[in-house]
C-alpha cells in the first residue's frame, strides 16, 4: 500500500488501541487517507465517527465528546485556514484540561513557503495552548517497519499526554500530519501485520502506568472556613463536597464544579453580595477547587487581604485570577487540625440565610411579569428529569442558573468556562449528548445560538441526539444591559455597538435546519416543551432591558432579606 495510506491505517489502529471511541472530522483532499481509516474503522465497529461541514464546530462537537466521556476524541481537518478554526476549541480544552486531539493534514515540506495552494505553516500553529505537538514525518516507502514504530509511539504519547496520565494535566495534544500524494488506497488489502504489527491482544504500544501520589493537607484549619468550588473536574468538586459537608463547612459553588448539589448554598453569588450581612460572617480561609470565573462578589471575598485563600488543584495549572492565594497543593484531605472546635452554628447560618435569600428570589420571580430569562433558568433546571445532562451557554444564563436555580446533585451540568466563549457551545452540547446516554438538554442565549448555526447539522446516517436547546431570545447581546455599558449615559451607542439586534425568527431558523422547534411562553408551556424529547429547540422571548431591571431587584431583595 501507499506510505500516505500505511500512516493512516496505523495511527488510526493506534488510536483505537490507546481507548478512542469517538471521532470527529471535516472533509477535505488532504487528509483523505485518514478520513478513510476512520470510515473503515467506524465499519469494522471501533469507533463513532462524527462528520462536520464547519472545522469550528467539528472542534467544538469533539471537545464535547471529550468533556462528557473524559476520553481523548480527535478532530481531523485538511490543511491551512481548516487547521486555523480549531483554534478556539484548542483554546478551550487548553483551559479546561479537556483531552482534545487536533490532526491537522497537511502539505508536506517541500510545499511550505513555497505559495503553493492551501498551505500555511502549521507546526506550532497553537503554541502555548498544547500540552504537546509534532510535525510528524512524511510518510516514506521502504522504511515501514522504523516508521510502524515511530507512528504507533508518536500516537500512544500523544494519547496518554491528553488524558494527563503522568502529568496530572489533561488538555489538547496537536499532530501535524504532513502527507505526500498519492493520497487515496492504491485498492490492495490493508493488512496491518509483518512490519505494520501492533502489540499484542490490541494493547497499545505505550501504555501509561497507575501512578499513587498522597495529597496535601493545608495545616491548622481554621474554625470559620468557607469552600468555594468553581468550574473544573467533577470528581475533584464532588469530592471537595463531600469534605465539606463532614466537617461543617458551607459551600459556594459554581453549576459546572461538579460539587453544585444539595449540599451547595443555593443563591451564593447573591448572598456573597450583601456587604452587612458578609461583615460578620466573614471567613477566616477559603478553600478553593477549580476555577471561579462567574461571580464578582466571590471574587472579591478572594480579594480580600484579610481572609486566607488555600486553592486546591487537580493539576500543576491552578486559578488565582485575584492573586490572593496564600497556599497551593494538589489536594487536600481529612478534616481540621487535631483539637481544633468547629464554630457552634458556622454552617447553619449560611444554610439559614441561603434559604432567606432562596425564598426572596422565588417571591420575586413569581410576581414578575412573563417567562422571565432569571425565571427560565430556574425552572430548568427543577424541570429536568434525575439523570439528565445540561450544558450551560457562558455570558448570562450560566449565572442566572448559579444565582437563582436551586441545586441539584442528580445532574450533570457542562459549561465552556475555559475561555468562556460562546462559540461553538451548540456543537459541545450535541458532542457532550452523544455521549451521555440519556436526555441532555441545554441552556444558552440568543446570540450564542446564533454564533454556532452549523452546530445543528447532523452528519448523514448518525443518531440524532436526544437535545433539547432552551434559549432565552431577547434579540441581542442582553448582558450588556447588565454591565456598565447598559447605564443611561451609554444610551445613544448601546443598541448599535453591544445590544446588536438581530431580528431573527430562532424558531423558523431552527426548523430551516432540520430540528424540531416551537416557542412558549409559559411556565406551563416550558414543561411541556422539556418533556417532549430531542432533537428540539424551544424559544422563550425575553427583553434586555426587563432583564437587567429584575437583576437589580434580585440584589435588592437579597439585601431586604438579610436586613
Known sequence: MNPATA??????????????THAVLSPGSRSAPVALALADAERAGGLRLHVRIDERTAGFLALGLAKASGRPVPVLTTSGTAAAHLHAAVLEADASGVPLLALTADRPPELRATGANQTIEQAGLYGGAVRGAADVGVPEAGREQAQNRYWRSLVA???????????????PVHLNLALREPLLPDGEEVELDGPWAGRPDGAPWTAGRPTTSGTSRPA???????????????????????????????????????????????????????????????????????????????????????????????????GDAARGSASVGLGFSGGPREGA??????????QEAAARVGAAVDALLGTAPGLTAARLARDVVAALPRDALLMLGSSTPVRDVDRLAVPRCDLTVLANRGV????????????AAAVHGGP??????????????TGLLLGEGEPAPDLTVVV???????????????????????RRVFGTPHGRDLVAVARA??????????????????????????????????????GRQLREAAAVALS
Open 513 to 550: 435546519l432540520g430540528w424540531a422547534a416551537t416557542r412558549v411562553d409559559s411556565a406551563e408551556e416550558l414543561t411541556g416543551a422539556l418533556s417532549l424529547g430531542g432533537p428540539r429547540v424551544v424559544v422563550v422571548r425575553t427583553d434586555q432591558r426587563a432583564e437587567a431591571a429584575l
Open 420 to 431: 468562556a466563549g460562546i462559540d461553538g457551545t451548540i456543537s459541545t452540547a450535541v458532542g
Open 7 to 20: 500512516f493512516a491505517r496505523v495511527l488510526v489502529d493506534e488510536l483505537l488501541r490507546g481507548g478512542v
Open 472 to 494: 432565552p431570545d431577547n434579540d441581542g447581546g442582553g448582558i450588556f444591559a447588565q454591565l456598565e455599558p447598559g447605564e443611561d449615559r451609554h444610551a445613544r451607542d448601546y
Open 341 to 350: 472546635i468547629i464554630e457552634t452554628g458556622w454552617a447553619a447560618a449560611w
Open 440 to 453: 441532555a438538554f441545554a441552556l444558552m442565549g440568543d446570540l450564542t445560538f446564533l454564533h454556532d448555526l
Open 220 to 318: 491548622d484549619w481554621r474554625q470559620r472556613t468557607l469552600v468555594v468550588l468553581g468550574d473544573g473536574p467533577s470528581s475533584w468538586g464532588r469530592s471537595a463536597a463531600e469534605l465539606a459537608a463532614v466537617n461543617g463547612w458551607p459551600v459556594v459553588a459554581e453549576p459546572s464544579s461538579g460539587g453544585w448539589s444539595a449540599g451547595g448554598l443555593r443563591s451564593g453569588a447573591l448572598l456573597l453580595g450583601v456587604q452587612d450581612w458578609l461583615a460578620d460572617h466573614r471567613p477566616d480561609r477559603v478553600v478553593v477547587v477549580g476555577r471561579p470565573t462567574l461571580s464578582r462578589p466571590v471574587n472579591a471575598l478572594l480579594a480580600d487581604p484579610e481572609v486566607e485563600v488555600v486553592t486546591t488543584t487537580a493539576s500543576p495549572r491552578w
Open 157 to 171: 504519547k500523544a494519547l496518554l499526554t491528553a488524558r494527563g496520565a503522568l502529568s496530572t494535566d489533561p488538555g
